[in-house]
């Protein structure tokens, strides 16, 4: 295992916790569904404080770890991820 990836599975880790301990539920990884495809989440959570008249809130996450900047297109592959599983 390359350093950088061991940092990573650490940083998702932490994500995670974070999530529980601020007040979301049903914190976990996985594979959500989206209109096109599965796709692997590093971190899920839903907001435990019920908000009135919308859909419950929901918290996606992905943790990686890199020793240099990412570009645009990492970042673009995220929204469209993100894009895909809200229209389902």
Excluded: C, W
């Amino acid at each position: 295992m390359e350093p950088n990836q061991a940092k990573g599975y650490l940083l998702e880790y932490e994500v995670l916790k974070l999530l529980e301990e601020s007040g979301y539920v049903k914190v976990k990884p996985g594979y959500i569904r989206g209109r096109g495809a599965e796709h692997q989440i590093d971190a899920y959570g839903v907001l435990s404080i019920p908000t009135a008249f919308i859909y419950p809130i929901r918290l996606l996450s992905e943790a990686k770890y890199y020793d240099h900047p990412i570009g645009l297109s990492t970042i673009r592959d995220f929204v469209g991820v993100i894009k895909d599983i809200s229209e389902n």
